[in-house]
């Protein structure tokens, strides 16, 4: 696989529902009341449910992978999360909108992949990378 500065991955964008929170939490036994309970959440200030962030990250991920066309080939990823996705109880849920471009290519046969994630239009992880060998 070649890969250059400045090459776009193709974007993906993924409607995140409560349903979904309810599976994340049962496959990462992350029960915590703020990813489902909207009466808990708001009584300790957020503004409703929220995603789980690992959730939110794993989704950039595989953005990547599908790229690679093949996930093992994801060396390293990393991110903080800076903004909740807050999923309302619909049918509809939280557009979260990823896209990803190369941003260094490095002599051992890797590369660095810059991906930016977006919640209304907000960034909801900050230095999201993946190192991935090519």
């Known amino acids: ?27 990462s036994l992350d029960f915590n009341p703020i990813h489902w309970n909207e009466r808990f959440a708001k009584g300790v200030g957020l503004p409703d449910v929220i995603a789980h962030g690992m959730l939110t990250m794993a ?21 903080r999360f800076t903004r909740p996705v807050v999923v309302p109880d619909d049918e509809d849920g939280a557009l979260v909108e990823f896209t990803g471009k190369i941003g ?25 990378q993946a190192v991935v060998r090519l």
């Open 1 to 27: 696989m070649q890969a250059t500065v400045g090459d776009q991955l193709p974007p993906l964008s993924v409607r995140v529902t409560r349903a979904q929170l309810v599976r994340y939490a049962g496959a």
């Open 59 to 79: 989704l950039g991920s595989r953005m990547v992978g599908d790229w690679l066309g093949d996930p093992a080939r994801i060396v390293h990823y990393g991110a």
């Open 104 to 128: 260094e290519v490095r002599d051992d046969g890797t590369a660095r992949v810059d991906i930016t994630a977006k919640f209304e239009g907000k960034t909801v992880l900050g230095k999201a």
